[in-house]
């Protein structure tokens, strides 16, 4: 699709605050009284159209895109805060990779910072998939004490992306790599001094992997994804064969188990990063949740 780019006009900034989502997406719902913060021109906003002239989007650059609450000690041009938004009828259609990455590419070219940085309300699942389908990584959770609402805060450096040819490589890799044929690769043990994936490798993983994340800690991105369960006798029974898998071939993974849930990090201490070994672990982990319902 074919995109343009224009600062914003009080006729479009207008017709954006009578937009309306369906729950619980309508915490976005605008009113008149946003108009004076999207025709402010400290925050940068703009709208995106496609080739025939239809709006969009929009999409805000540095103060407007910050939540009260966040961790915003560096700003520009160390980074450089995003804050998007599609048109009502065009979310959840397929067009948020493209989109996104259509006004991450422009902010490189008008603002040249080094990195991105966004913040998403963690109820947004869809809108932080997208994000992290394009190289973003989670850096820091907080609650907004006015609205009582957890965010999520994601960076990534400003690197061109070619959302284009994301999605094309998204489709060839589906149809070549399912989640059994990485759990039947082979895992060769990493005995250090090779180099952690690249960015561009681990999202070609996530496509095959699409419920897991990548989650930093402690300044090490890990390979990471909660799995619920009906009570803590289930939870535990998964977590034991996700440890019998691991002991057959000595690479373990961080496990958190609680009432109904089992929290699962597989990463590379050797590299301080991710390994082949564990996307091929994660899916067999996803492969052991998936027979313990088939078994039943």
Known sequence: MDYSIAPITSEFAREITTWTYDPPYDRYDMSLDNLKGLL???YRYHIVFDGDQTLLGFCCFGEDA???GGSYSMIEPAILDVG???HPDFTDQGFGREFVGFVLNFAIRTFHPENFRVTVAA?????IKTFKSLGFIETHT???DRVKLEFIQLERPAREIVANDLIKRKDVIMAKVTISDLASKTCIPCRGGEQPLTQEQIN???LTLPEWDIVEREGIPRLERRFKFTDFKQALAFTNQVGDIAEEVDHHPAILVTWGMAAVS???HVINGLHDNDFIMAARTDENFQGLY???
């Open 40 to 42: 402010n021109s400290d």
């Open 66 to 68: 910050r939540v009260p």
């Open 84 to 86: 998007v938004g599609m």
């Open 123 to 127: 109820f947004n699942q869809r809108s």
């Open 142 to 144: 907080f609650v907004q």
């Open 204 to 206: 070609q993983y996530l």
């Open 266 to 268: 597989w990463w590379t």
């Open 294 to 296: 088939t078994n039943e």
